[in-house]
């Protein structure tokens, strides 16, 4: 028999006791408690960095080492804000390095055949949606699992990709220095400190501010969680659960275009046909180590962000810091299984 008391039969004492002691708790609980998922990514960002600044705070108490971190930083913080939406619907997409390359090939193309940079960046856009949705529908309407479905198609495009360019590479080396280049990833130097701000930084905090404001107030964003939280009780609810599927997979392949078009600017305007493969892993440890689980229904567009700032951090830092090279794949595993830990405290798994 179980000891339990029903909540009905529970004295009025009692009642009232437990709604002082949730008045009594702070305000800094409670705020942990609504956004845990991103202070521990966050303090996970510190820990990593403070760590490596105490064996060498020469280094890393100078802002010009941070030129190279923020150059690389944003095509990681593309992808792993952007893969926020397809696991908190409960799909995962593997297809999305593929995208970055084929993308990353579209937008040289345009530029070689003398379209605008700008232009050709939008348009490269529009292809990244168009295989998003390719890949969305095969998902969703073939009733395929998105984990192999989407590995499959990783291997597909990736392929078809390299058969294409025949391991040629794509440059247009006039293009460099165009307003569109500069505007997209130009650098500037910040109050004379040494530290250059690269353009494609500052729109990287941009799109995670447009991903925060969609996810948490836009109609899109809530549709995500309530179909990953529960598909049947969403469809009940009268929302159309395979084109929120289907949309997210749709936005994972913008936000592949777009790491795909800035990497090969970033390169100044060279394209490799294996551009984005190596994103991969790096992208799937910055949203797990940001707090965003596999089970779906819960996520955190902040705590990807800093989870990216993270892993993105490590293999300089850890160099930067005196660790020999083979440190980094043990400091990527400490970091993910301590975040794993520390995001347990702070909410209950949930399926």
Known sequence: ????????????????????????????????????????????????????????????LNPVYYNAFLFTVPATIFLTTSLVFVIVSGELDLAFPSVVGAAGGVFMYLVVLDVPVLAAFFVTLGFGALIGLGIGAIVVYGKISSLVATLGLNFFILGLVNLLAQGRTISAPDAVGTFGNQLLVGKWELFGTGLQIPNHFVWALVWTVFCYVLFKYHRFGVRVQLVGDNSESARQMGINVERIRVGVFIFSGIAAAITGAVLVQMANMVW????????????????????????????????????????????????????????????????????????????????
């Open 272 to 351: 490799f046909p294996t551009s984005g493969k190596a994103y991969l892993l790096i992208a799937l440890a910055a949203l797990f180590v940001g707090g965003t689980p596999t089970w779906g229904g819960v996520g955190t567009i902040f705590g990807a962000f800093f989870g990216a700032l993270t892993v993105t951090l490590i293999p300089s830092g850890a160099v930067g810091a005196g660790f020999a090279g083979f440190w980094t794949d043990f400091l990527f595993g400490l970091v993910i299984i301590l975040t794993m830990v520390a995001h347990r405290f702070s909410g209950a798994r949930v399926r």
């Open 1 to 60: 028999m179980s000891d339990a008391t029903p909540a009905a039969a529970k004295p009025v004492e009692a009642i009232v006791s437990a709604v002082d002691r949730r008045q009594e708790q702070s305000s800094w609980f409670r705020f942990y408690r609504r956004n845990g998922r991103a202070l521990n990514a966050f303090l996970a960002l510190l820990l990593v960095w403070a760590v490596f600044a105490v064996n060498n705070p020469v280094l890393f």
